[in-house]
């Protein structure tokens, strides 16, 4: 038994240097992946600025001529750059906004007629006011209402206007959808927008029938994109039996008509999926929705938030909304549309130049939005074997703890990454992917404590340049995982946020975790007897109030490191308007934690590592660094030159800002033995 352990440990010693050089072999296989995915990015430049007309309408609504409020916001918004509107399906409420229809209820028909109220009956009337708007609106609403939910529908008239009876209470005819109103369709036209069609999924019953027809005549007038309204695709339903989204892809597929991936929202819209995507061949752009509730910032604001959404975070569609609102201050009902002209446009007053300038500058053209070509979709094979040089890695950073489970680990995990690859390639590749992020920030920090632990004591007037080459040396090793990262979710739905990097929380966490574990039990011995003494003594310690303190402390940063992590961190004013100095004078902001915290930390803790034993628990805060490089790269709709670009400043940034902390320390220090009760 013991010769067979001692053969193994020693074909484990000699595996680690083989598991490198697979290391080495996958970031060689992620190449040609990780260029397809750049190849993907810059498939497509168009951006298309869209303006919800809806919004127009119910603002008009307050306006004493409201049609020509429509014209006049209209001509305006397209001198602006706003290429294309978005109509809806309509409702009784919109076309009577539109006036195209007046609609009353019993009492308000009882009024008008000089009628007495009928008991029993509780209808909806209504009467056109245009020979148009009977010609065109008459078949669809009684398709609605007739035809699709079977309701009686009924001819009336009064002083010659032609109108019609609908056996539906108001409130409740008012919630039927209706195909979109052709007539606005038509004036959008002519004045040269294009249209973006919201359909809803609260055309029920569902019927493929109904949807087509309706398809083909929105096809009809060159519309090719659907930005589905509401919280779930056209045709989804709970019940997979009743579930249409498979005949709603191929509906869209046969008229070539695409559809937009909403950003920003709580929850993804229900039957959005990655089957979706696939059926509809990816005719997909991502969309970033300026709310209703934003259009009063400053236009500045607003122009940031547009430029942004496109360079940052390659988003193709700009959809504008806009609201009414009292302005008591100064006594009027406020659209805010000026707000969003000076926002693209720009004005000379505030120095601004406008978001669509700024967007054109950055090589970007306005015009019709185009799904990315997805490429790269043919080297899926190249996948399991970067499965199994990914699990070389990982294996790895196991063997920093415990190296005589390096051989185990890697072939186990290999086994489980392939197996998992056959049943489910996506999760297997999130979890594989989740694993590299989460062990190369980590093995890069613990080899660099190895490395200074051996040169300790060596330190002399070149430490900072020695501290900052093991710094340099570490985020290389980082980014290698990077590479890995990148190539293993190097799909489309990944670039469309369909699939997301998974377990973002926990890899701002387990390297901090595994780093503090490896310097408080693993780093001067591996020998268990030596770990174990080493937990005895951590665990039967001598708790002191400085202790206690110490302990709030961390778990006080520890906490404001996770409030301001991810999109929904929070940041404080300072931190904002320093983040909004560097994206305008740089064009890329680097991480904020990164260059002004974690980095050089790192630097203060290899140069302060190879003169004192305990500063090896500075590393635990300063793999913070590490990982955050990790996860710029995890955001995975962001062009991969603006996140290589943010890390580059970040480290270079953070060289000089480490400069600072060795000074304070070396001034500390120097005061401290000068001072100091001898």
Not at 158 to 182: F, S, V, W
Not at 233 to 250: F, L, Q
Not at 585 to 593: T, W
Request: with cysteine; hydrophobic share 45%; glycine share 6%.
């Amino acid at each position: 038994m013991n010769g067979l352990l001692q053969r193994y440990l020693s074909v484990n010693d000699k595996a680690r240097k083989w598991l490198w050089w697979l290391v080495v072999l996958g970031l060689i296989v992620s190449l040609p992946l990780v260029y397809k995915r750049g190849e993907t990015e810059r498939s497509t430049k168009n951006v298309e600025i869209v303006f919800d007309y809806r919004d127009l309408l119910e603002a008009s609504a307050y306006r004493p001529n409201p049609e020509a409020y429509v014209q006049e916001k209209l001509k305006m918004l397209k001198d602006a750059g706003v290429g294309t509107m978005s109509v809806y399906e309509s409702s009784l409420e919109e076309l009577k906004n539109s006036r195209r229809i007046q609609v009353y209820t019993p009492q308000e028909y009882s009024l008008l007629t000089g009628k007495p109220l009928t008991p029993g009956e509780n209808y909806t009337y209504l009467l056109f006011t245009s020979t148009e708007s009977r010609d065109k609106l008459q078949p669809i609403i009684e398709k609605t209402y007739r035809d699709r939910l079977k309701a009686n529908v009924s001819s009336w008239s009064y002083n010659n206007r032609p109108g019609l009876i609908i056996n539906l209470p108001y409130e409740e005819a008012n919630t039927k959808p209706m195909e979109p109103d052709p007539i606005t369709m038509d004036m959008l036209q002519d004045q040269g927008f294009r249209l973006v069609a919201r359909l809803s999924n609260r055309m029920q019953p569902y019927t493929e029938e109904e949807l087509e027809g309706l398809l083909k005549k929105l096809s009809s007038r060159n519309i090719k994109r659907i930005v589905f309204d509401g919280n779930a695709v056209t045709g989804y339903d709970e019940d997979p039996a009743k579930n249409h989204v498979r005949e709603t892809a191929d509906l869209l597929k046969k008229y070539k008509m695409g559809t937009a991936v909403i950003d920003r929202l709580k929850a993804p819209q229900k039957g959005f999926t990655v089957s979706f995507a696939e059926r509809l061949e990816y005719n997909i752009v991502r969309l970033f929705p300026l709310y209703d509730t934003e259009v009063n910032l400053k236009p500045e604001l607003i122009e940031d938030k547009l430029v942004l959404a496109v360079k940052d975070r390659n988003l193709r569609m700009l959809f504008l909304n806009t609201k009414a609102a009292k302005d008591l201050d100064k006594g009027f009902v406020n659209d805010y549309l000026d707000n969003i002209v000076k926002s693209l446009t720009g004005s000379e007053e505030d120095g601004s130049e406008g978001a669509i300038s700024r967007i054109e500058r950055l090589g970007y053209d306005l015009g019709e939005a185009h799904a990315f070509v997805a490429y790269g979709e043919t080297l899926d094979w190249l996948k399991p074997i970067l499965l199994v040089a990914a699990t070389a890695l990982v294996a790895l950073a196991i063997g920093l703890f415990v190296p005589a489970l390096t051989t185990i680990a890697f072939v186990v995990g290999a086994v489980g990454a392939l197996g998992l690859y056959v049943l489910n390639s996506s999760i297997s590749l999130q979890a594989m992917a989740f694993f590299v992020g989460v062990c190369a920030p980590t093995l890069s920090t613990v080899l660099a404590i190895r490395y200074l632990r051996e040169r300790r004591g060596l330190a002399n007037g070149n430490g900072w340049v020695r501290a900052t080459a093991v710094f340099l040396g570490t985020s290389l090793l980082t980014v290698a995982g990077v590479v890995y990262v990148v190539a293993l979710l190097s799909g489309i739905s990944y670039y469309l946020v369909l699939e997301q990097f998974r377990g973002v929380a926990l890899l701002h966490l387990l390297p901090i975790a595994l780093v503090g574990v490896y310097a408080l039990l693993f780093a001067e011995s591996h020998k268990p007897a030596d770990i174990i003494a080493r937990l005895r003594s951590i665990l039967f310690a001598k708790i002191t109030v400085v202790w206690v303190v110490l302990a709030a402390v961390f778990g006080g940063v520890i906490y404001y490191y996770l409030t301001r992590t991810g999109n929904e961190g929070q940041a404080s004013q300072m931190e904002k308007l320093i983040r909004t100095y560097l994206e305008n004078g740089l064009g890329v902001r680097p991480r904020f934690k990164e260059f002004v915290f974690a980095h050089p930390l790192f630097i203060l803790a290899a140069y302060l590592f190879m003169r004192y034993k305990n500063a090896i628990y500075l590393f635990v805060g300063a793999v913070m660094g590490q990982l955050s490089i990790i996860d710029t790269f995890a955001h995975l709709h962001t062009p991969l030159y603006i996140s290589l670009i943010r890390i580059g400043l970040g480290i270079a940034f953070g060289i000089v800002i480490s400069l600072i902390y060795v000074a304070v320390w070396e001034l500390l220090a120097k005061g401290w033995r000068r001072w100091a009760p001898k």
